[in-house]
């Protein structure tokens, strides 16, 4: 799986009539399997932490999501795959009903990849079977557009977990995994805001999002500057060299402990391929949020907020916010003003996660490029480091 | 203990003599040992979960911030009381040294109890003996007060903490801990503030501040309306008796897998003292950030914002803000704009702790009385029940 | 796997040749192949807990053994597989380097079955060739009639993992496991022994037998009886209708912590093919020593010391001692007198784990027939169920 | 607590009369205050692992067994001195009832150490009362010596779980524990013992010993020999010098886990008193069987059975075999033929533990002296160090 294989698909916004969604439905689909091309049913099988999911695993969640929230709702008569699916592939959705432990999806030895295969293959030619009759839009196009970018959500948790999978091989490099040695090719740069009332999250009326991006509301900032260039491997190897890891008032109290506890000394994977050359002008990646802030304070600088970043994207200011790594803001993933979850247990997909994480804003080069958006907003917890997550500077003026 | 044996003293916001900066010295060093004269060695010393310390650690750590801060600085010919006590009674002040291991607080049951109390007496005298020396402040005299303000927020853990372990034996009610059984007099309103540009936080120049109550700075707020009552024990118990501990889609996920994990049923205590009668009038107390939050979904509400608390209290609008329960907020403990710890160790007082906690405003019946403020920002995680805290509701309008 | 496509090979023990020690090792290599036939590789990764190890690492260690003890020892330049194998599937000998950690064997992806199984030809096709060279036997013929019992070892091993792991999959039965539901044909009746000086453990001169069944020495018995039947599934039905998993009486001090802390009532996978019919009258089996003790306490009898049940096997006196369960003895695993391990890393074999553990004797419907013998000396923990455990009664006259 | 200053008394074997019993039983209960005379409530209410007891804990439990199992079974109209204490107090006799959990008495802050000694002074009282009522000895004379000695066995407990406690202060030193200094005035030497058929084992009809020390057997022994010293310190250093806790070959699988987990390097408490003089004469203690075992593998040696132990140390033989350290022998402890435990609660005494740990013989200095006998069996796990335990080497001739 190397970089330059990764053709991701556009998910089209107006996907206005069934055919065009049934491209869409399909382009999706087949990139799910492009992805695992190189892997064997072995690598595809096993979990290495709870946070990571086999990818086995994500192949049948993803097709479990357009059974149980549009075949088994919306089409009569629909015969389930394997009635046991419900309870083996249902992530965290409470309202459809128990849960497989999460920690133990890795026990999982059956059903195999093959069958996994065969149901993806049941589950699109029933979806297709459906958009088929009829070129009007079905009462579901909207929840499909949803599977659509909830697997393309998990297009890239598969890729990080596969890293995260192969890297516990004692050697490493049995499958190319994602790195970016893209050069920077400009010198850092900041870019001014003069701050004030500024407006962020989506419109309702604007294309696809996710129901965390809004709604759209005012924000008052005081004047900042975001650097225009992402911090890189060779800005956090001077980190590291002046002592980043041995100074605890670099620190958050958690980032210290993390330090201590965790042997943290270096981004992850960073010792784990020796042999593997180190590109000191990529963006740095796999920090945590606890090694971003440590990183900033170092720096004399800070992480931005959520609103600060979303500004600066969508003005035509700031070029290259997407498509290299997530960038960790100092914002913690909290609700926006009047946010109201979607009812129904699909409700569940954002909303009960909206404490005790931290928003990270853009995408990676694992995103696929029509899923990434301005309005975006990733979360994980501070010491999650297995994302393709990196680090932005910014300062009050 | 009882709560009404206990009057807390009120800290002189302008000590401007070395003679008033004594008495307000006296008066906080006194009230500590007034709170734990019913507590026999053996309750002084136990530690029941890592979070809480012994009381007669606190006594210890309290007097060895007077000591390290201003007396190892600034006196000369200072003799340490007890060199080893650098190491077993720093809390967390790396910038000071090692620390003697959380966890294992209670494990260590030298120095006695008595010999704590002369350790005190030895702090006290030394500091006396330096204001005595001229009626001038002294260049220290701002870290007296911060001392002392620092004693006064140990207080109240002593008695969070004295109340988790007197819940550890078996029998109940040993010593009476504080319980609140007000009744609240008026019946529930809301109160208006019809948003827009406000400033919060702590003026420079204002009174005693910590320094995460700084600086002041604007916010915009929506249109919104704060609950003047707290909600009750009484209205609690309704919702407990409607299901709120086993229904999932009132609960935020990491709420919903305490629920399962920790067997929660109800705010802590309520199980362990089952002679004692629950005041249905009386604040309800004890509640994690996320019972607060199932609670407020389950109600139709919300937790206010940090900001919209801070705007109403200090407003002349709403009575009883203060001195029942700290009120969990939904806002995530972070910096305000343009914040700056102070410099030295003593900078790790407050900043490092500026992530993955959420903030309660208001102060408890267990808060001195001087020590409240509308600025205050305390912070605990989520999970958290043995402190204080209770619940305000709040709505957009 | 059922257990009737098992037909476990006879080890020679009399090879005296190279071409019938070749013939002999190509048996058992087979039969390691034929025991995982019906297994997907996804069934062959995964490890359920520390104890058992993946069915694909038991192919490679088994290979691992031969490579290491004897190609890399005893032939010319011989070149190793790989030379990672080394410390890859190296189970616990410290005399050959480090191993990899035994808990994380199931999140190795790489090799891939189809590399274990070029492996295991690489193996077999270098002893081959070795032995090819000569009628006469090899210097190494003894480590390679170790290594065949090693394997066999390995193949009970195999069938005890494997069903553990596929008793983690929700839907059991997907292949079927070794079970046994012979009908115990005559009613049970007890052989008396009359005690006094009797000798035990296999003499020197005699055939294969691992180092722990020797030297064989005089031990004083007192006068004993043992049951000619099993316990059978019925018998420990009534055990368990009597309250026996209820009743602390019947229980050793870490029996009953166990019944308490792992929710223990009824042997392991009784509950987990709730389809599947339990034949009253087969042997109970996957119960660990604590549970034998207490169904022996319970019945007013005892378990034999191993000292009993191998005389009373070895006499022409008692049948069925073998091919059904493992029997649980009171007797801890201990060296006998003059106990000398073999020098070298193969030393630690067996000499390593005498403490802590209860020796079984017998053999179970999964051992291979030529394996078992009446001086074996098979140990697990008391608290172990996964392997095919089960019980035979002792008294006193 | 200096070792001089303890001077335990003599449980007379013959108290054949109320008088002279309530003599012993004097005698027993003043010896456990005075061996905590030293300490403060503080060291006594402290736990520092599941295996300790606070010294508070002790002194009520010894307490709890004669009002349990005498005045409340046969003192008609006894009132218990608080209903509660049965469960507070009752270590792990399931028959009497539910358990107050071993892991957590060292939270348990009430009653106070006044309240315990208020609880030891009530029954004594109650005992004296009852013995003073006739000459004649009353029904339950048995128990109550059975009680005494119970409370030597809780006295040696006592003193070994205080070191323990104390070694937790970060200062050393604070209480003198018991050290020995003692100089091994001959040099080693080695008793010879010609094997053969040996009884060990406790008459009936002998003087009082516990349950597990009889029947008297038969055992068949080969030819051996015992060391006349335990190995001292000096010993063990050289052991240590020559890498001992470096070389996996010396040690049996689970004491070189033991040595990586638990870093050990040295005996227990070595380490923590540094400016302490080891007497390199003295005999080596707080060693584990897993260590013991491995002294003797790298001597050349092994350790002894504990019937070649027995069998020496009531001939005529050998002196010394009491009084400095446990022995630690390569049996596992197991019920002797025909072993029946009391009926009961009281039954629960010594019979329930006899799986998975080692037998230990002789006594230490801490041993009350009339509380050794040659047939005691003293058992713990292999990894257990805080007790008294040293190593006497043994080898077949």
Chains 1, 2, 3, 4 share one sequence.
């Not at 999250?201 to 129901?211: Q, V």
Request: hydrophobic letters at 35%; one cysteine or more.
């Amino acid at each position: 799986m190397s970089s330059t294989s990764i053709e991701p698909i556009q998910v089209a916004q107006e996907a206005t009539t069934a055919p065009s969604l049934l491209a869409l439905f399909h382009d999706v689909r087949q990139h799910s399997l492009h992805i695992t091309e190189a892997l064997r049913p072995e690598d595809q099988t096993v979990q290495t932490m709870p946070d990571v999911s086999p990818t086995k695993w994500h192949l049948a969640h993803t097709s479990w999501f357009f059974e149980t929230f549009i075949l088994r709702e919306f089409v009569a008569h629909y015969r389930p795959f394997d009635p046991e699916y419900e309870y083996l592939f249902n992530s965290y959705y409470n309202g459809i009903g128990a849960q497989y432990p999460r920690g133990k999806r890795g026990l999982m030895t059956r059903p195999t990849l093959d069958e996994v295969h065969a149901y993806r293959r049941h589950i699109d030619g029933a979806i297709a079977f459906e958009l088929s009759q009829s070129d009007d839009l079905p009462d579901w196009a909207d929840l499909l557009v949803l599977g659509c970018h909830h697997e393309q959500q998990h297009q890239e948790l598969m890729q990080t977990d596969i890293k995260h999978v192969l890297s516990y091989n004692s050697r490493g490099g049995v499958v190319e995994v994602l790195t970016d040695d893209t050069r920077t090719a400009k010198a850092a740069d900041w870019v001014a805001h003069p701050g004030g009332l500024v407006e962020i999250g989506a419109e309702d009326s604007s294309g696809f999002h996710f129901d965390n991006e809004g709604p759209r509301h005012k924000v008052w900032l005081e004047p900042f500057r975001l650097c225009t260039n992402l911090v890189t491997n060779g800005d956090y190897m001077a980190f590291i060299q002046d002592g980043g890891y041995t100074r605890p008032e670099l620190w958050l109290s958690e980032g210290w402990a993390a330090v201590q506890q965790e042997q943290w000394g270096a981004p992850l994977y960073w010792d784990s391929a020796p042999g593997q050359k180190l590109g000191l002008e990529a963006p740095v990646m796999h920090v945590s949020f606890l090694e971003a802030d440590a990183y900033a304070r170092w720096a004399g600088k800070r992480l931005p907020l959520e609103a600060e970043w979303e500004v600066l994207a969508s003005a035509p200011q700031l070029m290259g916010m997407h498509g290299k790594v997530w960038q960790w803001t100092n914002s913690a993933y909290a609700p926006y003003p009047r946010y109201r979850p979607a009812s129904g247990a699909v409700g569940e997909y954002n909303g009960k996660f909206m404490n005790s994480q931290m928003v990270l804003r853009g995408s990676s080069m694992a995103t696929p490029t029509g899923h990434a958006r301005d309005t975006y907003r990733n979360f994980f917890y501070s010491k999650d480091r297995w994302q393709f997550s990196g680090i932005r500077l910014a300062e009050y003026q």
